[in-house]
Nanobody, 123 residues
Framework: QVQLVESGGGLVHTGASLRLSCAASGRTFSSYVMGWFRQAPGKEREFVATITWSGTSIYYADSVKGRFTISRDNAKNTVYLQMNSLQPEDTAVYYC????????????????WGQGTQVTVSS
């Protein structure tokens, strides 16, 4: 089992930045591929970014490429999502997730999820 706890969400204005954190506990954190997903009201949960255990392979959704940065600190059992130039369409609950199945972009292939943190961007 892996327990994931997100933090860092909040209410910001367009163009602002936020950094989300996801603290993991339980099994060896460094062996998992980590991902960030988000779910806006009335929409399905969508992929945002993912990072391999070594941090050498990183992928982003086209909608956040160039604005968001995923990173991880295996010594601290934490994965981060730095979000810059936030837009109202980024408003969603952001979830971190872990998978032991290699690099994945599909939410159903992630094994463990956090409870989510709300990000609201006002115009």
């Amino acid at each position: 089992q892996v327990q994931l706890v997100e933090s860092g969400g909040g209410l910001v204005h367009t163009g602002a930045s936020l950094r989300l954190s996801c603290a993991a506990s339980g099994r060896t954190f460094s062996s998992y591929v980590m991902g960030w997903f988000r779910q806006a009201p009335g929409k399905e949960r969508e992929f945002v970014a993912t990072i391999t255990w070594s941090g050498t392979s990183i992928y982003y959704a086209d909608s956040v490429k160039g604005r968001f940065t995923i990173s991880r600190d295996n010594a601290k059992n934490t994965v981060y999502l730095q979000m810059n130039s936030l837009q109202p369409e980024d408003t969603a609950v952001y979830y971190c997730a872990a998978t032991s199945r290699g690099l994945q972009f599909t939410r159903t292939l992630y094994d463990f999820w956090g409870q989510g943190t709300q990000v609201t961007v006002s115009s």
